[in-house]
């Protein structure tokens, strides 16, 4: 299994403002990747994040508004950029186990509140 | 676009009770199902289905899957309040597309 850990857990923020969200596992992984919850609806895949290389983004995600760092195996952020109500969300980051699709391990989440 | 639905949305059940969730799917490329439990932020997995027929069995949890009906069900027998959370149930090949979860609980 893998250790993942998110920060911020949870965070009130500003209308307009960007919020940088870290997620650091205790082991190298290949493939990482970035949920969005929103209130009372499913995971969405954002994005995977690649290391070396950009982000892989789902239909409906763009760079622009959610940009990715992957800088080695073990760590990525994303960040929420000029925010709006409509980002209200929980974030996860997550990995693969031992097969893919498959085994995800999720962080513990940050829950964003936007104002 | 692909779609995975669940049933019941929401369910309570006494304890001891055995509960069957339901989860039907429309993937366009299918590998896999998995199922997970979200207590509070971060869902755990549970199984993952990838041939019919075949029950996975874990403690009082069990699950199926229908490759010909498109469809799983998670079944929990005796249930007990810590089993309370929102089961989810996702599909799909190098992305999995997740349900909107069952929301279980389970009172003493």
């Known amino acids: 299994s893998a250790v993942i850990s998110q920060k911020p857990s949870r965070d009130i923020c500003q209308r307009g403002t960007s919020l940088t969200i870290q997620c650091q596992v205790d082991s190298q992984v290949t493939m990482m990747f970035w949920y969005r919850q929103q209130p009372g609806q499913s995971l969405t895949l954002i994005a995977t994040a690649n290391q070396g290389s950009e982000a892989t983004y789902e239909s409906g995600f763009v760079i622009d508004k959610f940009p990715i760092s992957r800088p080695n195996l073990t760590f990525s952020t994303l960040t929420v950029s000029n925010m709006s109500p409509e980002d209200s969300s929980i974030y996860l980051c997550?990995?693969?186990?031992?097969?893919?699709?498959?085994?995800?391990?999720f962080g513990e989440g940050s829950r964003l509140t936007v104002l | 676009e692909d779609k995975v639905v669940q049933s019941p949305l929401s369910l309570v059940v006494h304890e001891g009770d055995t509960v069957t969730l339901n989860c039907s799917y429309e993937v366009t490329n299918f590998r896999s199902l998995l199922w997970y439990k979200q207590e509070k932020k971060a869902p755990t997995f549970l199984f993952m289905l990838t041939s019919s027929g075949i029950e996975k069995k874990s403690g009082r949890l069990s699950s199926i899957l229908d490759k010909k009906e498109l469809f799983s069900i998670l079944n929990i027998t005796a249930t007990q309040t810590g089993d309370s959370a929102v089961y989810l149930c996702a599909a799909g090949y190098s992305t999995l597309t997740f349900g909107k979860g069952t929301m279980l609980l389970v009172s003493p």
């Open positions: 997550s990995v693969v186990g031992r097969e893919f699709p498959g085994e995800l391990f």
